[in-house]
């Protein structure tokens, strides 16, 4: 087929957008497998292994296409946009309703994978219509790394936080739908059946308009699927999912799915974590939170006069903001983010300990579990070696450190990394209802003496006999060995998967 420079720029801008939905789509996969299981390391790269495979086979199957190759083309094009416009619906609504969510995630990526794969090809030989195949080749595979280039900035940086997952995926769909119906206006004349193909690319544009629309009611619908209580908060963040549940009096906080509080018993929980430090330090003048954007260790900080300033760094102003202008989150955390002694840093906490040279006579890790990298370097041992660095004399350091019933392995890891950067720690544990056995640990460069613990403040759960009795292990949480977490090696991250795998 003889191709003017209409049809070839025409054809080339196809393959960079062909390149910019492609990786969209396999973000996408990616970004919802790790939000649902965690470990974004293990599921991006299975993800690209598996679409790398799909496309390899679809190259190899579009051998088999040797004449009609512009109407092939358009043909395999609304079939990407159809199927990968709904990927993310569909791997939703699995997830939600039954446990076939990997099987479902293989099959999608290969076809999607498989599709592309032969896009490519199919037009490299009609471009070969214009000009030289080396030509060709390189125009074809330029476009084509130019356009996943583009995708993987506005992926991230735009249609995540602005869009969502699913809006993305259908607005990512149109976008493919856009490519067929310019390509059957300007090839209209050498297609036989260009009306046909206009009538189906209409009822599949129809469809991806339908589910954009409804995006935001699909995927309430599928979390409801996933939590018992009714939802009264949800937003997607560009670095996670917020969702707030109530039911009666009991709201809860989940992040990416994982249940970050109840209220009907987080008192047990952050009473443990806050008061020991508080006590046993030599001065609780200036005191550090990382994480915690939930404003709850700060309530419980802002019990003692003497705290003259809370830094918190929590790196999502969406989750901070949250805490200190929703009423249900103000209720739960007494409106501490308003306190004027508090400064607020929306920062990654490893970010903000590499680059202050401030000392903290407390320093409160309330992070959520090593369930990712982003997460796991927080549990570190060039993390512990920065924290002790903004240790001030005198100073105690106390980090939760997920269950050690649970996750046994990942527990005394954690432990171990801190101890292995100089730091003497002592671990404890509390039973916290929604969450089961949960463990601590308390790190300072000096002894300090836990008996000697006697806070001075209100409390509702926590006593000097409790805490005394966290401090002993049963035969099912002693102390394990483990190697030591570093950023290398992020070996908790293993630790962890196997560890809940067991209960899951």
């Not at 070969?128 to 080396?134: F, P, Q, R, V």
Request: proline letters at 3%; aromatic letters at 12%; hydrophobic letters at 45%.
């Amino acid at each position: 087929m003889q191709l003017t420079r209409r049809h070839s720029t025409t054809l080339l801008v196809t393959v960079f957008i062909i390149a910019v939905c492609g990786l969209i789509y396999e973000l996408i996969v990616g970004t919802l497998s790790s939000y649902l299981f965690g470990n974004s390391v293990t599921h991006f790269s299975v993800t690209i292994g598996l679409f790398l495979s799909g496309m390899g086979l679809g190259s190899f199957a579009s051998r088999r296409v040797t004449r009609r190759l512009l109407g092939w083309f358009i043909l395999v094009e609304m079939a990407v946009g159809l199927v990968g416009g709904f990927s993310a619906a569909l791997l939703y609504a699995i997830f939600a309703t039954s446990k076939l969510y990997y099987v479902a995630m293989i099959l999608l990526l290969l076809l999607i994978g498989g599709l592309i794969g032969m896009e490519i090809p199919l037009l490299t030989r009609i471009l070969g219509g214009w000009g030289a195949i080396k030509d060709t080749l390189a125009n074809v595979l330029a476009f084509d790394y130019l356009g996943a280039l583009l995708a993987s900035v506005l992926f991230p940086l735009v249609l995540l936080p602005q869009l969502g997952l699913l809006k993305t995926a259908f607005a990512t769909g149109l976008l493919n739908m856009g490519v067929v119906g310019v390509n059957i206006w300007i090839f209209r004349h050498r297609l036989p059946r260009w009306q046909s193909l206009s009538v189906v690319a209409a009822g599949i544009i129809l469809a991806l308009l339908a589910g954009s629309v409804w995006s935001v009611q699909l995927t309430s619908f599928f979390e409801k699927q996933l939590y018992e209580d009714e939802i009264i908060y949800t937003r997607q963040t560009p670095y996670q999912r917020i969702i707030i549940t109530r039911w009666a009096n009991d709201v809860r906080l989940y992040l990416d799915g994982n249940l970050q509080f109840s209220s009907q018993d987080e008192y047990r929980y952050h009473e443990p974590l806050v008061h020991p430090a508080m006590s046993l330090t030599r001065s609780r003048e200036s005191v550090l939170v990382l994480g915690g954007g939930d404003g709850l260790v700060a309530r419980e900080v802002f019990k003692y006069n003497d705290a003259r300033r809370l830094v918190l760094v929590d790196i999502d102003p969406a989750m901070t903001d949250l805490a200190r202008s929703h009423p249900t989150m103000l209720t739960v955390n007494q409106d501490s983010l308003s306190d004027p002694r508090l400064e607020i840093i929306n920062q990654d906490a490893f970010t903000y300990l590499a680059e202050t040279s401030e000392q903290f006579g407390v320093i409160i890790i309330d992070l959520p579990d090593p369930n990712n990298e982003s997460l796991g370097k927080l549990y570190s041992r060039e993390f512990y070696k920065l924290a002790r660095r903004h240790l001030a004399e005198g100073g105690v350091m106390v980090s939760q450190a997920t269950s050690p019933y649970f996750a046994r392995e990942t527990y005394w890891s954690i432990v171990h990394t801190a101890t292995d950067v100089g730091l003497k720690t002592w671990p404890y544990h509390i039973y916290v209802p929604s969450f089961g056995d949960w463990g601590f640990f308390l790190a300072a460069e000096h002894d300090i003496k836990p008996a000697r613990f006697s806070p001075g403040v209100s409390m509702r759960y926590l006593n000097a006999d409790l805490l005394a009795a966290g401090f002993i292990f049963d035969s099912d949480t002693a102390e394990v060995e483990t190697k030591v977490n570093t950023l290398d090696n992020q070996i908790i991250l293993s630790y962890y998967e196997q560890g809940w795998r067991r209960w899951d």
